[in-house]
């Protein structure tokens, strides 16, 4: 099959280590551009695990060098920073799968929780990148917001119920992520003697995925509902758990009800017991448990908060932009034991 | 002061290892006895830490011979184990604080949760050992059932808003405990491959503590509350969160209610940012954060689960049915780093 | 590529599950049999991790029934358990790669650290599978014995040098493994709360891995050297480390040396730093760092204890003695971050 | 009895808040003073897990301030700025224990590892704080210079068989310690990723602990021993092992050997498996192991890095500086479980 030429900017972080791992064995995806902010170095002094699998110049990022080797981006760089780059490329020709937030939010929610935007033209065309529930936009694209990790995992349990849940009453979602959803900068929550043999809450009820979550429920719901987020950091690498509890208007089955929903969907396992972060890290799954008690549910997803959560849903995003096999190089076996 | 003898029965476990930890260097309290199920061995054997440290012959268990070394037992023994010791204990004049679940709850509710009660004439008698709350009672009882380690954390971050809360509507209960709270037996979940870099919910809005939080709630607010629990498994030894969410029928400060509440309480520290399982480890503290947005409320606790939890409260209960300072001998400082 | 059947016998231990892992998305080899003591089960039942990848029948372990289905059978049998199967398959004609320590070792070297021998007649033409001294070996083998994991990173450090070591001083190695090498049982060593913010030394000089190390020293470098050998348990999944320290003949500059000895080899990396565990975890790598002062040598060496040091290195043999490239579907990405 | 009042100057790292840990229930040692490189804050602002425990003004260092207040003052200050305060301190009169390197070493060792000695007068009186060893010294000293922690567990496990160590060979040790040791500063090495499920040497045979363990095996021994130390920083966050390999003159009993040149002192245990980390962590224990084979012997030491390795150590000299009982206030109950 025909190489299609792809670019990674922001390879320094954990995302685009993920990214990278990915495409270096994708069938379709080759790798022509690597970038970050200060150039200048081999791949494998960024990432030395890398020594002898892969190699190549790291530049200083630069989006017109990027069009002429590539026709699709990947854009694993802090938000602001992405929409600069993104409104380029798109403007030089350029598919852009952006990992920030940066894209992700309707204009007032974006400006509300992180700052002033500064490519409204691109972001009212700009894709929600959960194929499960906009797989048909994603195929026409040509800039993909990619979810956020906690909406990802909390959407994938929440929506199917959204025409079911009582919106009376708040949804709580009790969140816990592995560290490296804290990303690769050391700071004194990052220090191993601070979270080894620990957990706590961080941002609770004010999280910027929080309007995220609510945003994009509405969207497909048509319901505004109350959602209250609370994450918490664990001490492990990765892998990330949302746990959501609600009322419904109705006594129906959820395990069974949720089978049917996701039936024809690769990337969605419904689990008949608890989830757990190891079956689902180092692979693109979502894995739900869900169980009833009178009206009251509770949800229970697990994904791998890189992955499913951030670069391997990129790669699947792109791979629908790109009319490949949504699955095309994307991972699946779990990093157990 | 005149030392009080105290005898330890089930000096296997962790529970029972942190009760010889404290009661070591205890003012008053002495050991004079300690058994488990099989005796003919040294302490230092069974728990080679103690090396250097303290060390007398561990017996086979035996009512009758605690009774005629010591005025007052712990018992960390299994659930039905202890209710045997217990009845046999009482009969002879020695005081019993019991770390099972035997004498926590009421006849019916036992009943329908664990087994068949075989001491229930001590049972309308036994003291619910949550000092906080339970003060009075316990200063005169003969049997104290010292609360589960769930319940404990729990029940001091709800009950203080009893009057408060909406009972119209769900609480639920998110919790996260580390390892040892599943005991020192080896099992599939304990084995450290499989809950290292993981995490995972279990007995979800089915554990037994749910009705230990429920009857204790009706106990001392009178209203029967929906409560749905759903524990955690984390990958650390000692620590436990508990997130419960709900409804209020007012919008108070709960910060500020909460300070008052427990102004004169020396384990209780009110936290003005959420609280983190490291600052807690070692010691009989509770640390409580709490959030409120509109109606709704976010109660975020944590304790050590084998001392405040079970160990150190079991200590807390004899201090105060002996007469004496609630907190002599009793640890305070944490782990920390 | 014609496809080649194989089976794997002894699949629910981690080494099973990593043969799986690899087999699944290997591009010749076929998973036709997979068996255990047991059978009766399917595959996703043992291993849930691969739900919704891959899932076939677990049969009770049959030779007879592997035959009619593989030419080559992988067996990841605990010692002795083994032998039984391998004499029966080789004399069936299905090649066996053999995971176990049963035909590492010399009769007499066997006998006296593991049990008696009872497939003598193959034992004779086994060839112990270190790819990078035994290559020519095993093309031409039907019966491949994987070496012991703490051999092969000791042995791919050691094995360079064996012309330049002073054969007068002792060789001490001082081996550092994560938990997956004590294995799935549940003891009181792998216990999550044992091992946890622990580290110990196990069998000190007295491990069955030293007389495989010293033996393979004498083949390969016709020399006796004394050989001591301490592990250690580390409160981690995957990865072992082996440190090794003694005197050299000549003041060599070994770095060079050693990338000049391994220059064509795709599975060794020679670093210019101390080596780390996640650099290899998940990969079939052996890093090697290596520093003189005077005569002291200093090597360091780590691999994926369950890959390179066991199941990819099986499957490495596999494709060496079925005439495929050495790194056909051998994983070498590793799990970093 | 009557109290002493001491001073803690570097209240802010890990070491300061273990010295802070001690002196809070120390029945001599009283607390007087508390400083570090800013003051203007309360302790409990620097350590809020010692909320509700113990709270007082941390000042901005001053020697002055010190001098007023206190009799002995605890230095936990970076190598270099400790022998500025130390200086100015002892010329006030005050007592110092010094944990940072500043005087543990001669003039012409310190000045080529470390940077130029500002305070030589003092340096000539110091005495080096290992006690087992320096006693009768320490009980006359003003100055005391507290051993570096992987120094304290390998000299404890070399020094008895100073005489029968045959000097001809190298003494190999290959050490590992627990995050704590890397200090309180973030870098890219202490970050929890970088460090969780890997281990990692650092400094190969270039430490600045090896000519300190050198130096003082001379001065102990007379004899000037080959030591070659290599480091390791293990996933965990306190506790260190030395394991130290070497060639004996004779053939004695180490075990017993060990036993009678211990048999006095409180704080070494002579075990009879490896010794593990957790039975020292939040201890002032040496656990030591032995092994002899032929004329080779292995020697496997533990202690808590921040505690006998630092603080507990440190506190233990101050006992002895002031003529109080050894153990006076010195914790000796570990973390386990």
Request: with cysteine; charged share 25%; hydrophobic share 40%.
């Amino acid at each position: 099959m025909k190489k299609i030429k792809t670019a990674i900017i922001g390879a320094s972080g954990y995302t685009g280590l993920e990214l990278l791992k990915i495409l270096i064995n994708h069938p379709v995806f080759e790798i022509s551009y690597i970038g970050n902010s200060e150039g200048g170095m081999s791949l494998c002094e960024l990432h030395p695990s890398l020594i002898g699998v892969f190699d190549m110049n790291v530049s200083k990022a630069d989006a017109k060098d990027v069009a002429k080797t590539a026709e699709l981006a990947f854009l694993a760089l802090p938000h602001k920073t992405a929409m600069g780059f993104a409104k380029e490329l798109l403007t030089l020709g350029v598919k852009v799968v952006d990992l920030s937030a940066d894209y992700r939010l309707e204009l007032d929610t974006y400006e509300k929780h992180y700052c002033k935007h500064e490519d409204k033209e691109h972001l009212k065309d700009a894709v929600y990148g959960l194929p499960e529930f906009f797989r048909e936009d994603i195929k026409r694209a040509d800039l993909v917001a990619n979810p956020g990790c906690y909406p990802t995992a909390s959407l994938l349990g929440l929506l199917p119920f959204c025409d079911i849940i009582d919106e009376r009453y708040p949804i709580f979602i009790d969140a816990k992520s592995g560290v490296s959803g804290a990303g690769k900068k050391c700071t004194s929550k990052t220090h191993f003697v601070s979270i080894d043999e620990n957990c706590f809450a961080y941002n609770p009820l004010k999280h910027r995925h929080e309007p995220e979550i609510k945003e994009k429920m509405k969207m497909v719901c048509g319901v505004e509902f109350d959602v209250n987020f609370v994450p918490h950091l664990l001490p492990l690498i990765r892998g990330e758990m949302c746990d959501c509890y609600m009322l419904l208007k109705d006594e129906i089955d959820p395990l069974k009800y949720l089978r049917e929903f996701y039936k024809d969907e690769k990337f969605i396992r419904i689990i008949d017991r608890p989830v757990d972060l190891k079956s689902v890290a180092g692979t693109n799954f979502c894995d739900i448990f869900v169980k009833r008690v009178g009206k009251k549910l509770y949800i229970n997803s697990a994904i791998d908060n890189i992955l499913k959560g951030s670069s391997s849903g990129a790669v699947v995003n792109a791979n629908i932009m790109c009319g490949l096999d949504e699955d095309l190089g994307i991972p699946k076996i779990a990093y157990v034991p």
